[in-house]
């Protein structure tokens, strides 16, 4: 075990790993300056709450970001390394308020509720949360939007200065196989996501204030859906509104959201040749446009064959569950079978990669496609030599072996996750949904953890499963294995040195 401390856990740039958390942490200091000032906006007395906690952040965070590295090189380990150690450490100051204030009780779910909300799953163990004070309610929709894009994506934005190796940074919490850089600096290409994200945002928030809804409602309302989120101010969702202009805006803005922010990138810039030859974005607006259709027809009869209706409820929910935002304008659980069978689909599919959705991503799915029609066509042509292509230009062979490790990987967490949920012995649906819901960062499931249920039926040891579910959905895996593998690799070594040792002695 010293051995492996000295010669390996050495080699991480652990100074540079600390600075990270320190930036991230007065950053999440600054950000969470917004609930007070609501809170004194309303007057109900819950900003001690967070000033402690951003009393904490700032010495914690100033005191991390003081020593300085010998280097400042880091590579995709540190960076890995770096990210998944952020998430739980936002995740733990980020629910801190909720129970210093005593509005959820307990810690576990106050973590739970955290975790849900930075990395923009939805899930909620509270059962009545037209309960909860303004400034709770505003930082529970806001972690969504902070982790939609990603809290140190938000933080390269801001660096003075920025190398190629937070691109290592970038690549870890980006969701998706690949991201590249839009333009050749680094804190340029997280400016100009922020900015086309920022832009998005605004447009909502004036959209449905058109529409009369109230500010707060509106910010709140726009904060999960830019983050594609989830978390609803109101017990039965933006089904409370009963609104069809509501719904509808929401309904396009998820959608919206769920696209690549390459495509707008490339809109802005006037390369529309790359928006209409993207392979992802036909592949993903032709699911909606499928599951829309299909839904539609399958509920038309529920609904008195009110053809408006049907549309508006179908593209919601659809809208909704393939980019992993969340929200209901309905009970959809009482659907017939075929429809809550393609949600079950879309909430594994998800929205694009470079979005701020979860799921698997359709990219995935299109080159896992595409890997299986090619291992096809060997099989009876053995002579024949082809290639993946993704928009015309050839997939790297080591991206689709990362992209069937990944999805292999996928399935083997997802089995254990189920098997350790599975001791609260609910019933199949509820106990595979809420796995699935979780590690796609979607929110609801069916069952008793349907739109109109909630997690907090579920024990403490699963909250805290789920917990992580929703970590290694939203970080795609690798970052929080990484976190993990230490402690794994420090417990085989020493078997191994042990093992040495009896050999030796013998």
């Known amino acids: 075990m010293i051995y492996y401390l000295k010669h390996n856990i050495h080699k991480l740039n652990w100074t540079m790993i600390g600075n990270v958390l320190g930036m991230v942490l007065i950053a999440q200091a600054c950000l969470m300056v917004l609930p007070v000032i609501v809170d004194l906006i309303y007057q109900e007395g819950l900003y001690d709450s967070y000033l402690i906690v951003i009393g904490i952040c700032l010495v914690l965070g100033y005191g991390l970001t003081r020593k300085k590295s010998r280097t400042n090189s880091y590579f995709a380990k540190d960076g890995m390394l770096a990210v998944g ?23 576990v779910d106050c973590f739970f509720e955290a975790v849900s909300g930075f990395t923009t799953t939805g899930s909620s163990i509270l059962t009545e949360v037209e309960n909860l004070k303004h400034a709770t309610l505003f ?18 934005a801001l660096l003075p200065k920025s190398n190629d190796r937070d691109m290592h940074i970038m690549r870890a919490e980006a969701p998706g196989p690949t991201i590249g850089k839009l ?67 929401i309904t396009v803005f998820m959608i919206l959201f769920g696209v690549n922010f390459n495509m707008y990138y490339f809109l802005l810039i006037k390369d529309f040749k790359q928006v209409f030859k993207n392979e992802e974005l036909r592949t993903y607006l032709g699911i909606i446009l499928f599951s829309i259709i299909c839904i539609t027809l399958n509920i038309l009869s529920m609904y008195n064959f009110d053809v408006f209706k049907s549309i508006r409820l179908a593209s919601f929910q659809v809208g909704s569950i393939i980019t992993t935002t969340g929200y209901s304008s309905c009970d959809y659980s009482v659907w017939p079978q075929l429809s809550k069978m393609i949600l079950f689909l879309l909430t594994v599919c998800g929205a694009s990669a470079g979005s701020t959705g979860g799921g698997v ?11 299986i029609k090619l291992d096809i066509q060997k099989l009876l042509h053995p002579q024949k030599v082809e290639a993946i292509t993704m928009d015309g230009k050839v997939v790297d062979t080591e991206v689709v072996n990362q992209i069937m490790a990944y999805f292999c990987s996928f399935i083997i967490i997802v089995g254990v996750l189920l098997f350790l949920v599975s001791f609260n012995n609910f019933d199949f649906e509820t106990t595979v949904t809420s796995v699935m819901t979780c590690i ?15 997690f907090s039926m579920f024990s403490d040891f699963s909250k805290i499963v ?28 020493s078997k191994n040195i042990h093992s040495r040792k009896k050999r030796r002695s013998n």
């Open 466 to 493: 789920l917990s992580f579910a929703m970590l290694i959905g939203r970080l795609e895996i690798y970052p929080i294995i990484i976190f993990l593998a230490p402690i794994l690799n420090i417990r085989s070594v």
């Open 183 to 249: 333009v050749p600096r680094m804190r340029q290409s997280a400016m100009i996501l922020y900015t086309m994200y920022m832009g998005l945002t605004i447009i909502q928030v004036i959209l449905l204030l058109i529409g009369k809804m109230p500010l707060f409602d509106a910010l709140c309302n726009t904060f999960g859906t830019a983050g594609t989120g989830g978390f609803a101010i109101k017990n039965t969702s933006i089904g409370a509104y009963n609104n069809a202009y509501y719904e509808v805006i």
């Open 440 to 454: 796609g960062n979607v929110g609801p499931g069916f069952g008793l953890c349907g739109p109109m249920g909630n």
């Open 85 to 107: 150690i952020a998430w739980i450490v936002v995740s733990f100051f980020g629910g801190l308020p909720f129970y210093l204030s005593g509005e959820i009780p307990s810690f």
């Open 139 to 156: 930082w529970r929709s806001f972690t969504h939007w902070i982790g939609g894009m990603g809290i140190l994506v938000f933080i390269l």
């Open 361 to 371: 991503k359709v990219s995935r799915l299109l080159i896992i496609v595409k890997k």
